[in-house]
């Protein structure tokens, strides 16, 4: 008889029978009529209730992330779309409205008072910001908001460009960027570039529609702008000015060491000038790292390493190979993500993987995400099986650098390993000035409600400036950096949804500095601290995980000068 793997171990539904399938409103309303009429008597009764309000949560987002993940996989698919969209449309606003009915129940109940204060403190803060952020006025708004999310899906997945007599997609239009052959580079740079702004009015307008919305929402709030509702709604616990704080400590500690990076690559190209094309390539003259030549060899890869840094995590990564969707192709939404079935309590990891190394550092990232999603499933309230996301890109940054000591199973040719550290290493670093530029464009825009699309374009160019030194745009049409902040569909979908990397980069770069003192500790450490999912503030997950919540200039030069170290760079 085989032993079910814990991480793998089914729920039972207790509240919704074993049979039920959602279909359509009606048949869902009815087990919000049942809580809404349930008697909260005691604690007993309570703790009941919330179990039962998870599994009816957990069992209506599985079905919005099946269809979700249906949508970005196949977006070109129209039944696809149509099933996504009705669940937008017909669901999603009776959700919001049901939500808020229930969150007021449970906090006016006064058996809540006598449950176990700290072990439901978390979830009372996010129940009471609910009810402060919720108005009648928003769903349609929301359901707007989403909708507008699929436009924007729909459109970045049918970017494909015309190359050399072959139809690519964008990452492989990406990959041609590590040619050795300078030229090959700039074609494919300015290729992509002009696929880009051939949607440039049509995403410029797409987003003043969802500027409005947004800001039509926070007004409902009675909020200054959309972003005091962005910093409300995640519970952040640091301010807009540290943010800024931030960006300037980007820009006076890493800045200055990407820059001696680039001019390093220069001199070794003996190139005049850095243009943008230049930025992918092995200055050393070598071809692009083959990384793999399939799917299957992608997997491979990765779960031999997982077992390397720990067979839990190595098992863990055997047994959800199947909830994975890693190739590129025509018609499917750009980037990467992990998402969650969250009945089923699985993870499900989407890549656009072309053969490059980049392509394993994403699924290393995305395999983090997973191993929190298994980590935290016994967490009983639904809410806390994802925590804030500041710990969560720790949970996925983490494992890029883990991975290091364990990635010639990809290249059995020591200077392959040694590129591919490399690469790995200044990717956690030059991806910060990137961060910080972005946050900061956000930032901007929210404050300025009343911009043009012209001044918007104008400040993304003087925010380059800043984070980007040493590029040469010179004979470049202005147009292609105006718009460049296209590429990042966090704009676009998850507002103030980006700087989390950052901080999530100081926490990962400190755990892999404690493992390179003790392994062991380390990483049990950084299982405990997931295991805890969203039950505790991010500053006590970073306690847990035996790091700092700090992103103060001297931690970001520590930190900066172990991986200058690493690279055998002087900062």
Known sequence: MQIEKPWLKQYERIFIPKNFKLSDWDTLEPFFENLEKAQLKNTNYLEKWLDNTSELSSVIGEEGTVRYTQMTCHTNDEEKKKAYLQFIKEFQPKLLEWSNKLDKKYYKCSSRKKLPQKEYEEYNKKIETAILLHSPKNIPLSTKLSELSQKHQEITGNWVVDFDGKERTMPEMGKLLLSQDRSVREKAWFAAAQRRLQDKNTLENLYDEMLHTRQEFSHNLNLKDYREYCFKSKLRVYTEDDCFKLHEAIEKAVVPLVRKMNEEGKKEMKLKTLKPWDLSVDASGKPPLESFKNIQELQDGAEKIFYKIDSRLGERFHSIRPYMDLDSRKGKAPGGYQACYSERRLPFIFANATGVHNDVRTLLHESGHAFHTLQCRDQKLISY????????????????????????????????????????????????????????????????????????????????????????????????????????????????????????????????RNYKKNPKKALSQYLNALALGGSRNVKELFKEAGIQFDFSIDLIQELTHMVADDLSLSP
């Open 385 to 512: 099986r994802h925590g804030p996301m500041e710990f969560c890109e720790v949970a996925s940054m983490t494992q890029e650098l883990l991975a290091l000591p364990y990635l010639g199973v990809f290249y059995s040719d020591k200077d392959d390993y040694k590129r591919a550290c490399e690469e790995q290493l200044k990717g956690t670093i030059t991806i910060l000035p990137w961060i910080a530029q972005v946050d900061a464009f956000q930032h901007w825009i929210y404050t300025h409600p009343q911009h043009t699309i012209e001044e918007r374009s104008q400040t993304w160019i003087a925010l380059s400036e800043r984070f980007e030194k040493d590029i040469d745009w010179k004979d470049i049409p202005e147009e292609i950096k105006a718009h460049s902040w296209h590429r990042q569909l966090h704009i676009f979908q998850v507002p103030f949804y980006y700087i989390e990397y950052a901080i999530s980069q100081l926490g990962a770069l400190q755990i892999y």
